[in-house]
């Protein structure tokens, strides 16, 4: 099992108990996600961006047109700080102030780097791969102009991080005996039923 | 029915028929989130940080420890950026290039200032109407420690906006007649089964 070593950026001060250092632990609420935020600071001003990403091997890959602001500038190898949080539940305690969410998260510091583009098509490949194994077998796969248009960026998963909440609330004891509902109320994301898109559709 | 200003900061640039810069569809965004992610720069470092919110009026409000770096560090007014985005489904094409996502997403860009001690109960009693409606007549609410304790800061909702995909995926015509299923797969956050957390569990 590996581990990052904390460093100044990535070492929680706060409730340190649930910071986590395992790679597989970080890599596991990575892969889990469809979109990560990023924040990054051009002119003096912060922004946060949502975007897919997906995960090869050591490292957090996102894409988009050429012409994207954010793949620009991030592309300059600016620092940047990815965070991923999944929501597991509302945590309800006795008290108001005890109330608490469960909840996993990763946060990677670095700067993303351009792939070239023999690099590229094996990470959008990758990419299909994490969005339906078995997809790139039946979809148009790129042409040299959508690649050609396509900008992929890597950050390396080193300077990682991940904080996690699990488990019931944690009532100060003299509040254990209030007559109030206590407990968990999860949060699950999952697939609905499919909704196909019929040609004749796009056509008519 | 009010509509924000875009700014250099909230004007869309690529794909700008899914911005959307409706008052109430940005607040229709925030209020149906429980976190958000927040950027901010410090040393020239950027922080992407996920932390509970709600809305109060035209504002965004999150709270936590006084010793809190976030809270500390954005409570001197640095520019932040507080993105919310609800992932509401992947868009399966008949292209990889043509995959996308649906989702929804707040951006507000501002500075943070902290509430008085005044407003702060208030401000604490709507956090916990979104939590659970009536709940705040059940738990025991906060005791002057704890709100001391407590730091709350609002970010006013003006620099906003608001980016939308919804609908099947635009597949190029030529792609229309490929054997492939193309859609949508809808993703649903619910809530599970509460899980009752008792008394004589914390005692034991």
């Known amino acids: 099992m590996s581990h990052f070593t904390p460093t100044d950026l990535t070492r929680v001060r706060r409730v340190a108990q649930r ?8 890599h596991a609420i990575v892969d889990h ?43 300059t190898g600016i620092p940047a700080c990815v965070c991923i949080t999944h929501l597991d539940g509302l945590v309800l305690a006795r008290s ?4 608490s969410m469960n909840y996993r998260s990763a946060m990677v510091y670095g700067r993303f780097a351009p792939l070239t583009a023999a690099e590229r098509s094996a990470s959008l490949d990758a990419f299909m791969d994490k969005l339906e194994p078995g997809r790139r077998a039946q979809v148009r796969m790129p042409d040299a ?19 996690i909440r699990q488990g019931p609330p944690e009532d100060d004891e003299a509040d254990l ?12 994301t999952r697939f609905g039923e499919p909704i196909t898109h019929h040609a004749s559709a796009a056509l008519a």
Chains 1, 2 share one sequence.
């Open 19 to 26: 910071a986590n250092y395992d790679q597989a632990t970080v």
């Open 33 to 75: 996600a469809w979109i990560c935020h990023i924040a990054f600071s051009l002119d003096g001003q912060s922004h946060c961006i949502p975007t897919a990403h997906w995960r090869v091997g050591e490292a957090i890959h996102i894409h988009g047109s050429n012409g994207s602001r954010l793949l620009r500038a991030l592309a």
């Open 96 to 99: 108001a102030f005890n109330h």
């Open 145 to 163: 102009n959508e690649l050609a248009a396509t900008t992929v960026l890597a950050l390396p998963i080193i300077e990682a991080v991940a904080k």
């Open 177 to 188: 005996s209030l007559p109030v509902w206590a407990g968990v109320w999860p949060l699950e």
